[in-house]
Structures are given as C-alpha cells and as structure tokens.
Nanobody, 128 residues
Framework: QEQLVESGGGLVQAGDSLRLSCAAS????????LGWFRQAPGKGREFVGA????????YYADSVKGRFTISRDNAKNTVYLQMNSLKPEDTAVYFC?????????????????????WGQGTQVTVSS
C-alpha cells in the first residue's frame, strides 16, 4: 500500500519561506510524476505544481510561478515544495499526490482526478 506523508507546514509571516516535504513509502514513488495541491477553507483543491518522475521537469500554476520550486530525491522517496515570498493568499492545506500512470513523459496534469494516491495534508498559514 502506497502512502504519502506531508510535513513542514506551519504559521509564517508574509514574505517568509517554508519548505514542505512529502515522504512516500511503497514501490511506486520513483516511477510517478508527483503533484502538489492546496485547498483553502471553502474552496476546491487547487493545483500548485508537478514534477516529472525523473525530476528533470517541473510545471507550476501561474499563481506560484517564480515563488515556489518543486524538487525530488528518489533515493529518499521524498518530494519537496520550497515556498518563497509567501503571501496570505497562500494559506491552505497542502497535499502531495502521485499521478496515476507510471513513467508518463507529460507532467502538466492539473486535475486532481488524475492522481490516485494522496497524503493527508499539512497546514500552511501566512499572516499579513
């Protein structure tokens, strides 16, 4: 059974940085593109960005482009979300998810329905 566990969330001030981690157990991690999503209170799950299974390519939502960076370490079964210049509107629960098809070359899939394994989420709160 695949499991994804996010960590690193917390309360920060606007302009601060935070790095989230997503640790995976199981066999599939290194073969799957991985995505980060977020969900603010009363809103739907929003795509933040994704990284290819090899780590060679990334894709970001316009709302975070230039501020957030996704990376992965397949040897550690971990994917990271580095968030810089945080804004109050970045406040949300952040989730990592594994894309449903292994070794897919294309990784710009923003729809949550394309991902079949999800973590439990970690809260990020940015105060103004």
């Amino acid at each position: 059974q695949e499991q994804l566990v996010e960590s690193g969330g917390g309360l920060v001030q606007a302009g601060d940085s935070l790095r989230l981690s997503c640790a995976a157990s199981g066999r599939i991690f290194s073969s799957r593109n991985l995505g980060w999503f977020r969900q603010a209170p009363g809103k739907g799950r929003e795509f933040v960005g994704a990284i290819s299974w090899s780590g060679s390519g990334t894709y970001y939502a316009d709302s975070v482009k230039g501020r957030f960076t996704i990376s992965r370490d397949n040897a550690k079964n971990t994917v990271y979300l580095q968030m810089n210049s945080l804004k109050p509107e970045d406040t949300a629960v952040y989730f990592c998810a594994a894309y449903r098809v292994p070794y897919r070359h294309n990784y710009n899939y923003p729809a949550p329905s394309e991902y079949d394994y999800w973590g439990q989420g970690t809260q990020v709160t940015v105060s103004s």
